[in-house]
């Protein structure tokens, strides 16, 4: 155990006077540390980069592209109006270099602007994607330094490293962050407010209105941050507090504390509103919004926030989409099994599908400790309580389609793993780094096929269709790959196609016919079907998988059957 010596040594230096004997281990640690966040995050960005290249469009992103192509032709706030838009403008840093062509003529809606953006004006569909994606993919890298910058701050920098590695390789942070979608991004922009937050602890006044910017940016990404924003404004004042704890001597110090903290939370509140304002002022300096689709009317309390609420009227009736969703029956599939609404504990046991083995235990490991260990025992308001809040107020929703409505549990959980080194034990120092490894071998053996990932517990990403569907496993992705197979080894063959995606299978040179619409026994030669829909298939569908024999997949995505 010589290294952990060392380690321990180098960590207790690291806060305490600069010794002669301690500075060479001091310095070769950090040279050490900055090389293993290097190499996290490059094994990362080659991670995201090829599955961005590979990868044809998911089921959401086209009208996440369509809409910030619109916003760059006409400037205005119009399509997709349940996203804020701020996710969509960085987009539109990427898809601008690709000069994409919009024809002005058009009058439809969000999905059919997708497709006409893609595939009917001219556009080439793998270019503007891979121009869409660049920036989130960029963005997913910084938010992994904010990751490794506030473990760093709360257990020092081996700790930090090891918070890296397991957001590094997160199987589902790869793969949502190389996608044009706004899970990842309002997560990581959550997250740095509440770094951000807790850096306020002692210099509140340089960090408090950086969070206000960053909560801003959260809430401009993505309606379901708003969750979050009491526990962010009650960490402000628990921030105020701490860094005024030499005034505290006296009753009327600790009031007056408390007023400023609350104070500091409205100032905090007031600039991420601002930021609100001045993201959709950005988009449309003349701020105009008009409803294109149905709008629900939305009652009770839910109703009364939505009027209240200081925001924008784009925004407001955004929210109003969005709770006109929860009141829908969607149609749902857990471990084999279709059910239609929703279940409370879906998203408890997709993650644990879908989550490396030596994560979940240093997910564990690391809320208890934090939990149990005094020193730590400060930090879990800031990195427990944000991420409880949000994965209740997911559990309560009526859309049951992945894993990434609690992608920032990997952030946030990420930065907990980090606080078993804070303990500088030999366990710690032997138990945390195979644990981690455990996790690289997992992630890389999944590699390129990310979004399918499942543990070894669930049988690995060839299993994955079996126990769920939609984004966890099948949410499009493979159109491009599947026209490589095809060409490859069934050139010639009949193909009839059940896809589940927004994409155009002719686009891809496939040509495809739809099974259901002939009688089956007309149906012959090779079916191919989205596990997604296989894993929702009744009627007819069902039947002609029955009479079918599986040959061959694509991706984890889709089967191959011959009839």
């Known amino acids: 155990m010589r290294w952990a010596g060392v380690i321990d040594r180098a960590t207790r230096a690291v806060g305490g006077p600069k010794g002669r004997s301690a500075a060479g281990p001091v310095r070769h640690l950090r040279w050490l ?138 199987p589902d942070v790869i793969a949502h962050g190389s996608l ?42 993505k309606m379901s941050m708003l969750a979050a924003v ?80 200081p925001l924008p009227e784009a925004y407001r009736d955004g929210m109003r989409v969005q709770f006109g969703f929860e009141y829908d029956t969607w149609r749902g599939f857990l471990l084999g099994r279709r059910y239609l609404g929703s279940l409370w504990y879906y998203l408890p046991v997709a993650l644990l599908v879908k989550t490396p083995l030596g994560m979940l235990a240093l997910w564990f490991a690391g809320a208890v400790t934090m939990l149990v260990v005094p020193r730590l025992r400060h930090a879990a308001p800031y990195v427990l309580v944000p991420a409880a809040v949000l994965l209740l107020a997911a559990l309560d929703g009526a859309r049951n389609l992945g894993v990434r409505y609690a992608i920032f549990l990997p952030m946030f959980l990420a930065v907990a793993a980090a606080a078993p080194m804070a303990l500088r034990r030999r366990w710690a120092y032997g138990a945390t780094p195979a644990l981690v490894l455990f996790v690289a071998v997992s992630s890389l053996r999944t590699y390129p096929y990310y979004l399918p990932y499942s543990n070894e517990a669930f049988g690995g990403p060839s299993r994955t269709h079996l126990r769920l569907h939609d984004s966890n496993v099948d949410w499009g992705q493979d159109l491009g790959r599947l026209a490589d197979r095809l060409r490859e080894r069934y050139r010639g063959e009949r193909i009839w196609l059940v896809y589940k995606g927004s994409g155009v299978p002719s686009a891809y040179g496939i040509r495809a016919s739809d099974p259901r619409r002939i009688p089956p026994e007309e149906v012959r030669g090779l079916l191919v079907v989205s596990d997604s829909s296989i894993a929702q298939a009744t009627g007819r569908l069902a039947a002609l998988i029955d009479g079918s024999e599986p040959i061959d997949e694509v991706g984890h995505s889709i089967t191959i059957y011959r009839r």
Do not use: C
Request: net charge positive; no cysteine.
């Open 33 to 170: 540390v900055a090389a293993a966040v290097v190499a996290l995050l490059l094994q990362m960005a080659v991670a995201m980069v090829t599955t961005a290249v590979e990868q044809t469009p998911t089921i959401d992103e086209p009208v996440y592209v369509g809409t910030a192509v619109d916003s760059l032709h006409h400037h205005r706030v119009r399509y997709n109006p349940e996203h804020p838009p701020l996710g969509k403008l960085i987009i539109a840093t990427g898809v601008a270099f690709a000069h994409p062509r919009l024809d002005a003529r058009f009058t439809g809606d969000q999905t059919a602007l997708g497709r006409q953006v893609l595939y009917a004006s001219g556009n080439d569909p793998w270019r503007l994607m891979l121009s869409a994606r660049l920036p989130m993919i960029a963005l997913t890298l910084l938010f992994g330094l904010v990751v490794f910058a506030f473990a760093r701050d709360l257990t020092g920098p081996v700790g930090g490293a090891v918070a890296l590695a397991l957001y590094a390789f997160s």
């Open 180 to 221: 044009a979608t706004l899970d990842v991004p309002a997560a990581g922009f959550l997250l740095t407010s509440v770094w951000l937050l807790w850096r306020a602890r002692r210099r509140p006044r340089p960090y408090l209105p950086l969070a206000g910017v960053a909560l801003g940016a959260a809430l401009a990404t």
């Open 230 to 309: 009491p526990v962010l404004l009650l960490l402000a004042v628990l921030s105020v507090w701490y860094a005024r704890r030499a005034h505290h001597r006296t009753a009327r110090g600790r009031l007056r504390s408390l007023g400023i903290g609350v104070a500091a939370a409205v100032g905090v509140a007031l600039i991420a509103v601002a930021v609100v304002w001045a993201v959709y002022v950005l988009v449309d300096p003349r701020p105009r919004w008009t409803p294109t689709g149905h709008v629900p009317a939305v009652h009770g309390l839910r109703g009364l926030a939505v009027d209240w609420l």
